[in-house]
């Protein structure tokens, strides 16, 4: 498998020992680097070098954006410089790009920000001793005001910039291996429903072939009525419910019975109730409780209706339940 390719976009000459420098760091941790003077770039007879360097871009998976204090050249005689035309091409492919400015330069480009509302000077006659062109601040400001992969991050030495890019490609590689690891248990999950939704496609059928439209009715009705119910979801994991155990059980305290669980109240904090099972431990306000006590009785009810309907006494259903199961 090929290494992933870094380009490394600056200008040339003011930070020539700087691009060596990161030429074999980006080397040692494993990464293919891309940069112009070295050969890296194919420089296509057919094409100006200024627009080969652009199409190497999308040609690798890092962009690494290092601004100092020249402008450096022009693309092609325009207004921007090749440095900003690489740049542009990197955030159009979506690459993420890290952007390193030297602290001297960035330290003047908050001077000349904060100076912007100041009518007593021209920022344009101003020297600043860092820069040969006040257009680097126009350029740090395009990176800044991205909405998105818009970190700047400055150094004063080589030693700031491997540390900072060492700890960035790191937490890249930790939030893939995150990312890829939900996924996966997302993936598995839906696996798993589709394989309950299979089981239960294939139970339906069998409970309709076997005792009959009327009854497999009604269990789907139940099951239906059953499903979302707040009384009923706290005790999942705790057993199978079946709509059996809600007909037996006369009111919510015998339905958490037959699951082991039992209800501790408890007067502090305006009155508070805890479901308690062997395996779990539900606490909430005293009125939630109440709740879903009553969302019990009014389920009960509906499942005793259920059955009217259908003409169905209780023993009836539970005799045919337990012939499928």
Request: glycine residues 8%.
């Amino acid at each position: 498998m090929p290494p992933p390719r870094v380009f490394v976009s600056s200008t040339c000459y003011d930070l020539k020992y700087i691009r060596e420098n990161l030429r074999y760091f980006i080397e040692r941790m494993g990464y293919e680097p891309v940069l112009s003077e070295e050969g890296d770039v194919f420089y296509d007879p057919a094409m100006h070098t200024h627009d080969s360097c652009l199409a190497e871009v999308p040609n690798c998976q890092m962009f690494v954006l290092i601004i100092g204090g020249r402008s450096g050249g022009k693309y092609h005689d325009q207004e921007h410089s090749i440095t900003n035309a690489e740049y542009r091409e990197a955030v159009e492919r979506k690459l993420p790009v890290f952007t390193l400015v030297e602290a001297g330069v960035l330290s003047e480009h908050f001077v000349y920000l904060r100076n912007g509302d100041n009518i007593a000077i021209d920022r344009s006659l101003v020297t600043y001793p860092s820069v040969d062109n006040t257009k680097i601040f126009g350029f740090i400001d395009e990176v800044r005001r991205q909405q998105k992969n818009n970190a700047i991050a400055p150094f004063r030495n080589f030693g700031d910039m491997e540390a900072y890019l060492r700890k960035q490609w790191a937490g890249m590689m930790f939030n893939f291996l995150v990312r890829e690891g939900e996924a996966s248990r997302v993936a598995n999950m839906l696996q798993e429903i589709q394989g309950v939704n299979q089981k239960l496609e294939l139970m339906s059928r069998g409970i309709i072939h076997s005792i009959g439209d009327e009854f497999a009715k009604s269990t789907v009705k139940m099951y239906d009525a059953m499903l979302g119910e707040e009384s009923i979801a706290v005790v999942n994991g705790l057993g199978a419910i079946t709509p059996i155990d809600v007909l037996e059980a006369e009111d919510y305290l015998a339905f958490l019975g037959r699951f082991g669980a039992e209800v501790r109240h408890d007067d502090k904090y305006g009155g508070t109730s805890t479901i308690e099972a062997p395996s779990s431990s539900h606490g909430m306000p005293r009125s939630s409780y109440q709740s879903m006590a009553s969302e019990y009785k009014s389920l009960r009810g509906q499942m005793f209706a259920i059955l009217a309907d259908a003409g169905l006494t209780v023993a009836a259903f539970k005799k045919a339940y337990a012939s499928v199961r």
